[in-house]
């Protein structure tokens, strides 16, 4: 079971503010107390208040409450006061004060209790509560507030748990006392809270003894019902707690420990929590938690110990190493791991002694430090949440154990350096952290590099740094002794070094460091693997851009690129002579062969010239036309793409055009920049579902039919849609999709004689839908582009009867034009924020005779028009939305065609 991570003197739950008990008043009321209650009362095993507890409840006198308590009763009897407080049926307690000594009561199971030993009570509080609850010290009655300033050294407030507890002053004795002065510490002066915690008044068959009724308890409401199998083996602890301010020092580790509590639960787990100061470590109050199983004999575990901590926001590394000091302990049960609380902490100890100044520019700051904690105040209590303790050292049944781990957020040398991660074990202590920081890096200016901080440190070795690089330049910052030294060696691409060295300090801020230095030119040839084109840059930039720097001198670097240069010019003028040879030998071979192509009269150059096709260099492509044979058509095949991109045909000596026809074209040879049927059927899905895979001929029909007047992407390297959207000029010559008319002029002028580029804009390589034309050819071309601007639509307008009769569309720049005949809406629809369309239904003929839209939410609107016509639906590309519209509309709606957005 967990550790009860309580204390005694904890601001809390239930009954804050509650009690004003201030005397009976007149009304002399029995309070309603359950049965199971008064049992426990009479069953408690206090041999000095058994005669006076018999009859106490029937003398319980009503007296004044707050805080929401239905109920507040008291009585007294020689030293014995009972006091009882009830609010609903799920909440009632006793309360037992006995101001008087005696050895402490067997109310705790067996093993718990035998702990104890012959410890003595003084002025004990007895608690029988079925939930939380808070005494404020001031809304005391008179009586106990002084026996709380007396006994209790006078806290604030006392709080209790749900079950049966005990608090008192304490004498100790027993295994508990024999472990408490093994870590150095006296227990002849403490309060002491023991409890039996649990949600309801339980059996106390373990210790107590009662037995009875619990049964009845379920009858008091939810509180009771939570209990389930619990109640069977209710959790015990017992708290031991020394006065505010009290400073306690311990042996093992090296401490002075305030605000402290000593605990033990039911499974004697044994240790203490309070604000720690280590004696290495002065100046730094650390929040600590330390738990360890307890034999029965009192002797601790060294095996499974625990420690938490919580640090204040300002701790460095330097801190950490002296906790570190502090956790060697002569203990013999640790000395086969190295000595202490941390494995090996013997052999590196002292040379931790040595980098401290090195280390005192780590700062490690707790993410979230606690408030302060302070016993005995319950506006400062001890921190329960795990996310405050930020070091953790567990002992030798961890994996590598035992060991320290630190972690927060790392300040190091002035600069924010992210979260920060340090251990120490059985290899020493290593920590770790990186950020991008601004640094001045000579004539580079401030750049951002990426640094890496590094702290080694064992009995071999220390290495404490911070390790970056800057496109290939390496950044190197070693902290040794009181000394910062700086390093950025040459590298080809940056010619100059920066050395220097700096004392360390506190506030030695790294990018101050490196503000002041310029830098120093490095003879370029002697840095490792620079030589040819590399070496002439490295020159030309000491001769130019760092011909200010100290080093190796500009005029040192023109000399070595003169000798470049000649040697340069000589081998270039070679290169070249056999380059243009090559070009030339090239050239002749391919203008000999084109001629033969061009005059021969096969059936395949029928083909060729019937399609409007020609050679380059001998005539210009005409208009592009539905072609006798779609395998020679002027954008599928092109005689020169065909020689320069299939050597082997060309070696062969075989007809180009009649290698195309009989081979090339059915193997998937691409003919032209402009079109390959591979990529063109994997690239749309419309396509995919028109034309079967392999099905070239339906494929090139469909792009010599749709796909160019769509403006398709026809082939990795070349879109009509890209072409156009590229140039302004041809939109505004030709119209904004006029795409037929846009091929046109690429072969004419385009390619060739202007040196255009048709390239697509987008490189996505996924399937996309292609535009869907739906409708006939009737009717004026319209298109939405100028308001669209290849954006989304995000609303519509449709007019319909037995056709789509009119149409318009907005998008985030606003509403297009209408387009259409006729008067009035059926529709006027503004898509809500985030809602887009992803499906089109239609039915069409000649006509758009219906249309309904989906969006991405589900959501359907329509269908609007008719049901004449053949069904279809337009899908968007995953991840698009429906794009820019465009049509043919008189009357009515003579087609509309479809679109998504991005890549076409």
């Known amino acids: 079971m967990t550790l009860k991570d309580k204390h005694l003197f904890n601001a809390s739950l239930l009954l804050a503010g509650a009690l004003a008990l201030c005397g ?38 009503k007296t004044s409450c707050g805080g929401g308590l239905k109920g507040c009763y008291f009585t007294e009897k020689g030293p014995v006061q009972l006091y009882f407080f009830t609010s609903n049926t799920a909440q009632q307690t006793f309360f037992v004060v006995v101001d008087k000594s005696f050895p402490m009561p067997k ?33 005391m009655p008179p009586d106990l507030q002084k026996l709380v300033r007396e006994k209790y050294f006078n806290v604030n407030s006392l709080a209790f748990s749900s079950g049966v507890q005990l608090a008192a002053r304490a004498d100790l004795g027993g295994p508990v006392k024999a ?38 308890a379920v009858s008091h409401g939810d509180t009771m019902k939570k209990a389930g199998a619990d109640a069977l083996s209710p959790e015990a602890f017992i708290e031991l707690q020394f006065a505010p301010n009290a400073r306690i020092s311990l042996r093992q580790p090296e401490m002075d420990l305030t605000d402290a509590t000593f605990f033990l639960n039911n499974a004697l787990t044994f240790g203490y929590k309070g604000n720690a100061i280590y004696r290495a470590v002065p100046n730094k109050k650390i929040i600590t938690q330390f ?45 086969q791991y190295g000595g202490g609380f941390i494995r090996n902490i013997e052999s590196y100890k002292n040379t931790l002694l040595t980098v401290t100044k090195p280390l005192s520019v780590f700062q490690v700051r707790n993410p979230n430090p606690p408030n302060e904690y302070r016993f005995g105040d319950n506006t400062k209590p001890f921190p329960t949440d795990p996310n405050k ?25 002035g600069q924010k350096m992210g979260w920060m991660d340090a251990s120490a074990g059985k290899d020493g202590l290593h920590g770790v952290a990186g950020e991008m920081i601004d640094l001045k890096l000579g004539p580079l200016g401030r750049v951002k590099v990426k640094m890496e901080a590094l702290a080694d440190v064992d009995q ?16 190197n910052v070693v902290l040794s002794g009181n000394t910062l030294s700086i390093e950025v060696p040459p590298s080809c691409v940056n010619p100059f070094e920066i050395k220097t060295s700096v004392a360390i300090e506190a506030s030695t801020n790294i990018a101050t460091v490196f503000e002041g230095q310029g830098g120093a030119n490095v003879d370029p040839s002697k840095i490792q693997g620079c030589i040819g084109a590399q070496l002439e840059a490295a020159y030309k930039k000491i001769a130019g851009e760092y011909k200010n720097l100290s080093g190796y001198t500009a005029s040192a670097a023109n000399a070595e690129l003169k000798k470049i240069a000649n040697a340069a010019a000589a081998a270039e003028a070679e290169a070249k002579k056999q380059a243009e040879a090559a070009e030339r030998e090239y050239n002749k071979a391919k203008d000999a062969a084109r001629n033969v192509a061009s005059t021969s009269t096969n059936s395949v150059n029928k083909a060729f010239n019937d399609a409007g096709n020609a050679f380059k260099k001998l005539g210009k492509k005409k208009k592009h036309k539905p072609a006798p044979d779609p395998r020679f058509a002027a ?6 793409f065909y020689y320069d991109n299939n050597p082997d045909v060309v070696k062969a000596k075989v007809d180009l055009a009649t290698h195309w026809a009989d081979s090339g074209f059915e193997k998937g040879r691409q003919g032209s920049p402009e079109f390959g049927a591979s990529f063109y059927w994997h690239r749309y899905t419309d396509v995919q579902q028109l034309c079967k895979l392999g099905d070239r001929l339906c494929v090139t029909n469909h792009w010599l039919n749709y796909g160019i007047e769509q403006g398709r992407q026809g082939s990795p390297n070349f879109s009509l849609y890209s072409y156009m959207n590229r140039y302004s000029d041809l939109r505004r010559v030709f119209g904004e999709e006029n795409y037929e008319t846009a091929i046109t002029h690429w072969f004419d002028n385009g390619e060739e004689l202007e040196g255009r580029d048709a390239s697509p804009t987008s490189t996505a390589k996924a399937t996309v839908s292609g535009p869907a034309r739906v409708g006939g050819g009737g009717g004026g071309f319209w298109s939405d582009m100028a308001t669209c601007k290849n954006q989304h639509v995000t609303g519509f307008r449709i007019g319909a009867g037995r056709l789509v009769d009119r149409v318009q569309f907005k998008y985030p720049n606003g509403w297009a034009p209408r387009q259409g005949g006729g008067d009035g809406w059926q529709a006027d629809v503004n898509l809500p924020k985030g809602q887009y369309i992803v499906r089109v239904d239609y039915r069409n003929g000649s006509m758009v005779d219906q249309v309904s839209f989906t969006t991405n939410t589900g959501v359907k609107y329509g269908p609007y028009g008719g049901g004449g016509g053949s069904p279809g639906t337009y899908l968007v590309t995953p991840g698009e939305k429906l794009g820019c519209m465009r049509g043919r509309a008189g009357s009515s709606m003579d087609r509309l065609t479809f679109t998504s957005t991005g890549p076409r």
């Open 24 to 61: 009976p008043a007149h009304a002399q009321e029995v309070p309603a107390v359950s049965p199971t209650l008064k049992k426990m009362l009479g069953a408690l095993p206090l041999a000095e208040a058994k005669e006076q507890l018999q009859g106490m409840v029937g003398d319980l006198k």
């Open 389 to 413: 303790f930020n070091i953790t050292v567990l002992g030798p049944l961890t994996d590598g154990g035992p060991w320290m781990r630190v972690a927060g957020d790392a300040y190091i040398l």
């Open 291 to 335: 738990q360890t199983p307890l034999s029965p004999a009192g002797a601790i575990d060294f095996l499974d110990f625990s420690f938490r901590m919580a640090t204040p926001p300002a701790f460095t590394m330097e801190d950490q190493a002296r906790v570190m000091i502090a956790m060697a302990t002569p203990d013999p049960r640790l000395a």
């Open 107 to 139: 109310l705790l199971k067996e093993n718990v209790q035998k702990m104890m030993g012959n410890t003595v009570l003084s002025s004990p509080i007895i608690s029988i509560s079925t939930s939380d609850f808070e005494l404020e010290t001031v809304k």
């Open 635 to 640: 954008s599928v095949f092109d005689w020169d």
């Open 179 to 216: 472990a408490m002065q093994s870590l150095g510490v006296q227990g002849s002066d403490v309060t002491m809270r023991a409890a039996v915690v649990m949600p309801i008044p339980t059996d106390l068959a373990g210790g107590a003894g009662t037995g009875a009724g619990m049964a009845d």
């Open 460 to 475: 071999r070795s220390q290495e404490i740094s911070m390790r970056g690089n800057f496109v290939g330049q390496a950044v």
